[in-house]
């Protein structure tokens, strides 16, 4: 079992940055896939970037790409997303994922992860 704990929204201006933060409990962080998603309201949650369970490989949405980093500490057993240039069109709640399986690669498929945190707002205004 994983426990993931988002942190590190917040409102920010159109043009700003925030970095989230994901902690995971449990001694298999560094096996698993991680993944960022966003949901706002009436919308169904959608993917925004994901990293396989090395670091060495990474995936984004084209609506984040050039402006979002997602990085992995997994001494720290934590995942981060490093937004850049935000815009109002960001504004959602984040949620962190961790694909239970291991080893496996970055995926953009909700359907593929197993561990979800509670989710952080991130408002951006214009």
């Known amino acids: 079992q994983v426990q993931l704990v988002e942190s590190g929204g917040g409102l920010v201006q159109a043009g700003g940055s925030l970095r989230l933060s994901c902690a995971a409990s449990?001694?298999?962080?560094?096996?698993?896939?991680m993944g960022w998603f966003r949901q706002t309201p009436g919308k169904e949650r959608e993917f925004v970037a994901a990293i396989n369970w090395s670091g060495g490989n990474t995936y984004y949405a084209d609506s984040v790409k050039g402006r979002f980093t997602i990085s992995r500490d997994n001494a720290k057993n934590t995942v981060y997303l490093q937004m850049n240039s935000l815009n109002p069109e960001d504004t959602a709640v984040y949620y962190c994922a961790a694909d239970g399986r291991y080893y496996s690669g970055a995926s953009q498929y909700n359907s593929e992860y197993n561990y979800w945190g509670q989710g952080t707002q991130v408002t951006v205004s214009s």
């Open positions: 449990g001694r298999t962080f560094s096996r698993y896939a």
